[in-house]
């Protein structure tokens, strides 16, 4: 089994108890309806949640098609 890098770890947020796992070293991606302070920290911020936001961005890295 292929162990996980931290290069492949994605992590998704939208309040501010997410800020913890918004870690430099994972991919941090921010729901469009979530918190300002939280987009901030993010590497990218996608559509609200209620929009298929998590999918959009799935789409977008081309993790799926």
């Known amino acids: 089994m ?3 890098s931290d ?4 992590v998704f947020g939208d309040e501010l108890n ?3 796992m ?3 070293e994972w991919t941090c991606i921010a ?6 302070e939280l987009q901030a920290k993010a590497d ?4 609200r949640s209620d929009e298929d936001g998590i999918g959009q ?3 977008k890295f081309g993790w799926i098609s």
């Open 2 to 4: 292929k162990k996980c």
């Open 7 to 10: 290069g492949d770890i994605v």
């Open 18 to 20: 997410d800020l913890s």
């Open 22 to 24: 918004f870690m430099p």
């Open 31 to 36: 729901m469009g309806n979530g918190r300002k």
């Open 44 to 47: 990218y911020v996608t559509g």
């Open 57 to 59: 961005a799935l789409r």
